[in-house]
């Protein structure tokens, strides 16, 4: 490595302080460590500890001898720092990098600026996320910032080289780095690090105030012990982290303050509902915190990529259940949460996209309970009762949430904006955003009608009679769902079937909707009451095994409780017209759904010209039916499937590239595809990121000659979770591995 730093002086050799000295003169980082404290006994122990390499008591012993390439570090208490800049000031050179530790930056940046009459190049404000209840030079530790978050809050006029050489420091001691503005980071700290002290100081303070401290603290369990533990901490530098972060720090407790007033009126008044919603969301939220340090929530990205490399594998065989319907499982968290009364779900997809749909509505104070196991308990507010988000409401990479909230939020009291990750960003909205402006919504979107999505609240929506250009669920969903909040008879014409489960289910939650072949039509202002859901397995993820049966020789599968609602069996009628061995039996109806148990054995496939009547009834299933397509004797010719471009992916084309890594001839056009079935070879593609995409080309392996390694597969867990287990358990060799 090369050395960036000569020399690192630390002035302040206290925890926060010596652990930096120590670790960067243990690792090598710099040519020399330097120390400085008014306390000689600090440094004695600094330089006893090995902690320094050698020590001075006054900055003015240093001054000269610091020039380019050396680093100064303040580690001294909040309110200290400003008399070190102005000494630091009088002897520094513009050349030497200036750097601090202080958890308050705006007065600390204000120190300086007071001190230079300006920010000068080589301040970089830092702020390690680190620490222990111990203090002190003794407690230095070479290893304490491994792995924990460094923010820097580098100004306008840092210099670059400055900043850089900071970077390199905290990185070089283990640290991730973090950026942000001086402001927001005193109001993230206040939050998260400096009302917790005050709360810990504040309740063991209260308590040993108290008649009978002595049993309290004696009789005290776990959880009070992990709590106050940070009550231990330093009280000088509590006491100037307060003084200094005072109005940030004071506008949390005035927010914690209502929130407690609440709680403690709950209590008083036994008014149940409120203390449950209390402690769901927080239990949430705290759940949902310990993932994002895990890099596991859907607004986290992975900090890996996953790929699948799969192995030729001969047959699938067994009784499977595969997760639940994510199209069901999206609306029963919506219309439960606008039902009057409880509504219990079983059956619900942990998928990412479900889950953010269940988090929106969390985020606009919906009580939601669960998921465990598919079960998930849903405490509706009633068509009014939606709050203003505190934030934008972030949708992940779910096309449907975005399209179908659209529908929902544009007749609400309340301004909301509706984002997403990198892939959904780049979905078409105006689709949804044209008809509701022509109902009244006040509707802007990004540059090409791309996410994100501005809904301004309390306009007054009228009902319109959209006949839909193109067959979309999802929009005539949106546009029904805005009805709910229109004046008068909202009325949809598709040009061809689509599903029709938004229909279905408003009709199971007591809300009238009149269908009549192509047209559906509802009239606002009606009410719905909660009712139970039990979702039916997802024929999208069944697709995949139906395919593998229907292409491996000595296939023997059954696929149970699935949804074969009409508006979604194209790929059941596309598989039996190519020759599949196909039969549902136990058919039944659960909630409104039609449902059944779907047997596949294995059986030669043809090639055919699939009717563009089935395409709105598999739009989704179009990729695992390719790989079918490749495996059939014949041509495959698919038409009329121009929404197929617009998916994840652009899906025409990244099944047709790799289809022809492996061997299969392609010819794409713009609405479909020719498939010329033969030989499947190994060979690397692409999925693109498209869950779809990544499956599809796994169950290819059944009739591969070779290994298939795929690329980018994280995104199977947002339709899919639990694929990899369940589809080697029916016979596929599936090894995730990641970059």
């Not at 230095?140 to 923010?151: E, G, Q, Y």
């Amino acid at each position: 490595m090369t050395v960036r730093i000569q020399r690192l002086l630390v002035v302040g050799l206290g925890l926060i302080g010596g652990s930096l000295a120590k670790a960067a003169r243990e690792r090598g980082l710099c040519a020399e460590v330097i120390g400085s404290s008014r306390n000689p006994e600090t440094l004695e122990k600094a330089l006893a500890n090995g902690v320094v390499d050698r020590v001075v008591t006054s900055l003015e012993d240093i001054a000269g001898e610091l020039g380019k390439g050396d680093v100064v570090l303040i580690g001294v208490p909040t309110l200290t720092v400003p008399a070190i800049v102005n000494q630091l000031q009088a002897i520094l050179s513009p050349e030497v990098t200036i750097t601090d530790v202080a958890s308050v930056k705006g007065s600390v940046v204000a120190s300086v600026r007071d001190a230079y009459n300006e920010i000068p190049q080589q301040f970089v404000p830092g702020h390690p996320i680190a620490g222990s209840e111990k203090s002190g030079v003794e407690a230095a530790n070479s290893s304490l910032f491994d792995d924990h978050r460094v923010i820097l809050t580098p100004l306008p006029e840092t210099g670059a080289d400055h900043l850089q050489r900071v970077r390199d420091l905290w990185q070089g001691v283990g640290a991730v780095i973090s950026e942000m503005p001086v402001p927001e980071h005193d109001e993230v700290l206040a939050a998260t690090s400096h009302l917790p002290h005050m709360l810990a100081y504040t309740l063991v303070d209260a308590l040993a105030h108290m008649r009978e401290n002595r049993e309290i603290f004696r009789y005290a369990a776990g959880g009070f012990r992990d709590f106050t533990r940070i009550a231990a901490s330093d009280p000088v530098m509590w006491h100037d982290i307060v003084m200094a972060n005072s109005d940030a720090l004071l506008k949390v407790l005035d927010n914690f303050t209502d929130h407690v007033s609440s709680l403690k009126e709950a209590i008083k008044n036994k008014d149940s509902a409120h203390l449950l919603g209390v402690f769901t969301r927080a239990r949430e939220a705290r759940n949902h915190f310990a993932k994002m340090l895990e890099n596991k929530a859907y607004l986290e990205p992975m900090t890996q990529t996953i790929d699948y490399r799969v192995a030729p594998a001969e047959a699938v065989t067994g009784d499977i259940r595969v997760p639940g319907d994510k199209s069901i499982s999206h609306r029963s968290i919506m219309l439960g949460s606008l039902a009057n009364g409880t509504t219990e779900v079983t059956g619900f997809l942990e998928g990412e996209d479900s889950l953010a749909t269940l988090q929106a509505f969390r985020d606009m104070g919906v009580v939601i309970e669960g998921p465990d196991n598919g079960r998930v308990t849903i405490h509706g507010v009633g068509m009014q009762g939606l709050q203003a988000p505190v934030g934008p409401l972030y949708l992940g990479n779910s096309g449907t949430s975005m399209r179908l909230l659209a529908g929902l939020l544009a007749g609400q009291a309340f301004d909301v904006e509706l984002t997403g990750d990198e892939s959904l960003s780049k979905r078409p909205m105006e689709r949804v955003a044209a008809p509701l402006r022509q109902m009244g919504a006040v509707i802007e979107t990004a540059e090409g009608g791309r996410p994100p999505l501005l809904i301004k609240g309390g306009q007054t929506l009228k009902a319109i009679d959209y006949k839909l250009p193109m067959a979309s669920a999802q929009v005539k969903s949106c546009v029904l769902l805005a009805g709910l909040y229109a004046q008068g008879m909202t009325r949809t014409t598709e040009p061809a079937p689509t599903r029709d489960h938004t229909e279905r289910m408003l009709t199971g939650f007591g809300y009238p909707v009149e269908r009549h072949g192509a047209v559906a039509e509802l009239s606002g202002g009606g009410k719905m009451t909660a009712t139970p859901i039990d979702v039916p397995s997802d024929i999208s993820s069944a697709t995949f095994f139906m395919v593998a049966a229907a292409i491996a020789p000595g296939s023997d599968i059954t696929l149970t409780h699935v949804g074969v609602n009409p508006t979604r069996i194209g790929v059941i009628n596309i598989l039996q017209m190519m020759g599949a061995d196909l039969e549902l039996t136990n058919y039944r109806e659960v909630g409104g759904e039609p449902v059944a148990d779907i047997r596949v054995r294995y059986a030669p496939l043809h090639g055919i010209h699939i009717p563009e009547d089935q395409v709105p009834l598999a739009i989704d299933e179009f990729p695992a039916l390719f790989i079918a397509a490749a495996c059939a004797e014949g041509e495959t010719v698919l038409s009329g499937a121009e929404e197929l471009r617009v998916k994840e992916s652009d899906r025409i084309q990244a099944m047709a590239d790799g289809l022809e890594i492996l061997g299969v001839r392609t010819v794409p056009t713009p609405d479909g595809i020719v498939i010329t079935g033969g030989p499947i070879g190994g060979g690397e593609v692409d999925s693109l990121g498209d869950h779809r995409i990544a499956m599809s080309f796994a169950v290819a392996s059944l009739r591969a000659n070779g290994p298939i390694l795929i690329r980018n597969c994280n995104n199977v867990a947002t339709s899919f979770p639990g694929f990899v287990a369940l589809a080697n358990n029916a016979g596929l060799k599936i090894a995730e591995e990641t970059r």
